[in-house]
């Protein structure tokens, strides 16, 4: 098993649509778990970043965590054209130096 | 707002050849790392670096691999001798000791092609 799996998409939605990304992972060790949000030949850019178990809402981004089921969720409101981009979910142990893993991101279109 | 800046962007070479891929982290950042990403793959990390020597690194990161901090600023990549396979975007990344796991400022990526 995967230590992490996303789909891959591509999901193409259209303008003001609820965009629902969703990663689940097997390390129950996880504590840390984070959305990076990278543009096309960009490098990864810190979105939501969530420790253990509940909901953390930023915006229009709202992230989930439910580690009983090893699950996290992105959820986008109103999706915008500029939300284009690949999302790539990451997850790491505990705080210090270890490093993250990453699930394969999914790739989002927004039409407008 | 300080950032991750990498060099070159895109670096061309021949299977063989030695390849030095150039990062300056954060001013303030203490921990460094590279990570690769294969077209169309995740990214994958490679190697961890602190207290100017490497604190963990990965299966891929192989005797072909070094990481050296030469001047209080840059941090850099060798690949010794490239191989087709080393094809990939390589980011380099930073982190600040009292920042929050796991959050890492990347740079844009140097794309290696090895012809």
């Known amino acids: 098993q995967k230590e992490v799996e996303q789909d891959p998409g591509p999901l193409s939605v259209p303008e003001g649509a609820i965009v629902s990304l969703n990663c689940t992972y097997s390390?129950?060790?996880?504590?840390?778990f984070m959305w990076y949000r990278q543009y096309s030949r960009k490098g990864p850019e810190l979105l939501m970043y969530?420790?253990?178990?509940g909901n953390k809402e930023d915006g229009r981004f709202t992230a989930q965590v439910d580690k009983s089921s090893k699950y996290i969720s992105l959820f986008i409101r109103d999706s915008q054209p500029s939300d284009s981009a690949t999302y790539l979910c990451a997850m790491t142990t505990f705080s210090g130096n270890t490093p993250l893993v990453f699930g394969k991101g999914t790739r989002l279109s927004v039409i407008a | 707002e300080p950032e991750v800046t990498q060099t070159p962007s895109h670096q061309v070479t021949q299977m063989g050849q030695e390849v030095i891929l150039r990062c300056v982290p954060i001013?303030?950042?203490?921990?460094f790392y590279w990570y690769r990403q294969i077209l169309g793959q995740k990214v994958e990390f490679l190697v961890s670096?602190?207290?100017?020597?490497?604190?963990?690194k990965s299966e891929i990161f192989d005797d072909q691999f070094s990481v050296e901090r030469p001047d209080g600023s840059n941090f850099t990549l060798k690949i010794r001798s490239t191989k087709l396979e080393d094809s990939a975007m390589y980011f380099c990344?930073?982190?600040?000791?009292?920042?929050?796991?796991?959050?890492?400022?990347f740079g844009e990526g140097s794309r290696l092609t090895v012809l």
């Open positions: 990344a930073s982190s600040n000791r009292q920042g929050r796991a796991g959050e890492l400022f």
């Open positions: 390390n129950s060790a996880f504590q840390y």
């Open positions: 969530t420790y253990s178990s």
């Open positions: 670096f602190y207290n100017n020597e490497i604190s963990e």
């Open positions: 001013s303030n950042h203490l921990y």
